[in-house]
C-alpha cells in the first residue's frame, strides 16, 4: 500500500533552491523525474469508461488523469451553416484535482483549456483542417443534424492538461458509435422531420484526421515537453501546438504573459512536429490496445 | 465618424435588409477582396485618444468598418481582491453593443474576448508600478466589421498610454486570415466567416516581442513563416501610427 503525501507548489510553493535546481537540470537536459527535456510520461489510455455515454475514453499522463465523454443529440443545424451539424467542447476542472476549483474557481482555467480544445479540433470557420469534420454530422439539409457535446473532465492535475484532454478526445472519438439514422420523409414540408435512430447499427468516426496536442514550456532558455505541476510554476510562457497525422499545424496557442521572440515561436513548431510524430503512433498504438481490450472482454 | 455626402431625399423609406449573396472562396481562383484592397494591404486607421472624459485614458478606433471604443479606469482600489498583492492586477472586460452585428445580438456569444485581451496586455504593462491597486480596461465594440480582437487590443494599449499606465511597450496587433489560396491581411467579416484558417499576433514592436499568437484552421510551416512575417511587418507599422497619434495630442496641447 503506497502511502504518498504529495505537498504540491500550489500548497507550499517551491523554494529559491528548487527553483534553480529544476531550472539547472533542465538546462543539463535532465529533470527531476529522470527524463530528458522531449520525453512524455508513460501514457495510459483506457475507452468505454462511460457507458451512458456515445463514446468515451480516460487518459492518464503520469500524475494527470482526465476523462473525455461524447454524447451525440439531434438536432438543427446554424442558419449560417446549414450544411454542417454542430461540436460543443466543454472542460470542467473537478475539485477532487485541486481545492482551489471549487464551484466558481476552476471557472477561468476551464474557459482557456475548452477554448483552446475548440480551436486545435475544429479548424478553420470553413471546416478546414478540422479534426472532426462538420459536414458529416450532417442528417438532412437545413433541418437535422447531429450536435457532438465533448465533455471533458479534470480528475487530477499534475501540469500538462491541455495535451492530455488532447488526448483523451481523441481516443473518447475512436470509442465513439454514433446510431444511424432513417429520415422519414414529412407529410407537410415544415421544420420537422421525422427521423428514425436505430438502436442497433453503429457508424464509428473516423478519427485518423484528430490532430494531437503539444505543449511546449519555456523555462529559461529551453522548451521542455509535458511540464509536470512543478516545471509550469517556473514557466516564462508555453506555446500549445496542435499537429495532425499530415504535418500541418492545426492550431497554436501561446499561453503566459511573458513575451517572445518571433524566431523562438518559429523553432518551438519545429520541434512541436518533431515531436508529435512520436505521440501520435504512441497514442495510436495505445487506443487500439485499449480498444481490443474492450472487445475481449465478456 | 465619416459623413454620407450626397442628395438627401424629403421622405426616408429603408431599403429592404439586402441578403448580399455569399460569395464562397474557391480554391484555384484569386480571391477578390469586397473593398477592393491588395491582398497585403491593411485598412486605412483613424485613431484619437481622450474620446471619453471622465476615464483616466480613452482611445477611439476605426479600422474600415470596424469601431471600437476603450475607457480606462484606474489604477484604482480594487473591489474583488482582498488579499494583498504587491503586483498590480489588471481586469479586461469586451462587449459588443447589440447593434454591432447585422443580426441582433451576435457579439454576446463572443465572451472569450475578454480573457484574450488581457492575456495580451499584461505582458505590456509594469504591474509593479502600481501594487495594492487594479486598473480596468471596458472595451466597447460599435461596429464589428472584421478583424474585431486584434482592433480591440490595439486601441486598449492607446488608452492604456492615454491614461499614464507604465507599459513596457505599445501593442499592436493585426491578423491574416487563409481565404483559398491566399494570404489576406486586415480580414472584413466577410472573409473572416469563409477563411481556412487564421493567425492574429500581437507584439511589441519596438522590442521584437510577441505576447500573444493565435492560430487556428490547417497551416504549413512555410506558411505560417510568410503570415508570421506579414503581419510582424504591419505590427511595427500600426505602432508607429499609433505613436504618431500619441505625439499629436501632445502637440496640439503645446500650441
Known sequence: MRMKKKMTPEMVGLSVGEKNFIKGGIAQDLRNDGRKRLTYRPIYVETGVIPQANGSARVKLGETDVIASVKAELGKPRVSHPDQGKVYIYVECSPTAEPSFERRGGDELSTELSIALERSLLGGKSGAGAGINPASLLIKEGKVCWDLYVDCLVISSDGNLLDALGAAIKAALSNTGIPRVQVREAASSDEQADVDVSDEEFLQFDTSGVPVIVTLTKVGRHYIVDATSEEESLMSSAVSISVNRHGMICGLTKRGGAGLDPSVILDMISVAKHVSEQLLNKLDSEIEAAERANEEEP | ?255
Not at chain 2, 49 to 69: D, L, M, Q, R, W
Not at chain 2, 96 to 104: D, G, I, K, Q, S
Open chain 2, 1 to 255: 465618424m465619416a459623413s454620407k455626402t450626397g442628395s438627401t431625399p424629403a421622405t426616408y423609406s429603408p431599403s429592404p435588409a439586402t441578403h448580399k449573396k455569399k460569395r464562397i472562396p474557391i480554391a484555384d481562383v484569386d480571391w477578390v477582396r469586397p473593398d477592393s484592397r491588395g491582398f497585403y494591404q491593411c485598412r486605412p486607421a483613424y485613431l484619437r485618444t481622450g474620446a471619453v472624459s471622465p476615464a483616466a485614458g480613452s482611445a477611439y478606433a476605426e479600422f474600415g468598418n470596424t469601431k471600437v471604443i476603450v475607457s480606462v479606469f484606474g489604477p484604482r482600489e480594487s473591489k474583488k481582491a482582498m488579499m494583498y498583492s504587491d503586483t498590480g492586477r489588471l481586469n479586461c472586460d469586451v462587449s459588443y453593443t447589440t447593434f454591432a452585428t447585422p443580426n441582433r445580438g451576435q457579439g454576446s456569444d463572443k465572451k472569450e474576448l475578454s480573457s484574450m485581451l488581457h492575456k495580451a496586455l499584461e505582458g505590456a504593462i509594469i504591474l509593479e508600478s502600481f501594487p495594492k491597486t487594479c486598473v480596468d480596461v471596458f472595451a466597447l465594440v460599435l461596429e464589428s466589421g472584421g478583424s474585431d480582437l486584434p482592433v480591440v487590443i490595439s486601441c486598449a494599449s492607446l488608452a492604456l498610454a492615454d491614461a499614464g499606465i507604465l507599459l513596457y511597450d505599445l501593442v499592436a496587433s493585426v491578423s491574416v486570415s487563409c481565404v483559398g489560396k491566399n494570404l489576406v491581411i486586415d480580414p472584413v467579416s466577410e472573409e473572416e466567416s469563409y477563411n481556412d484558417g487564421s493567425l492574429m499576433i500581437t507584439c511589441m514592436p519596438s522590442r521584437n516581442q510577441v505576447t500573444q499568437l493565435i492560430v487556428d484552421g490547417e497551416w504549413s510551416t512555410p506558411k505560417i513563416h510568410d503570415a508570421m512575417e506579414l503581419c510582424l511587418g504591419a505590427c511595427s507599422k500600426l505602432g508607429e501610427v499609433m505613436r504618431s497619434c500619441l505625439k499629436d495630442v501632445v502637440t496640439d496641447l503645446k500650441e
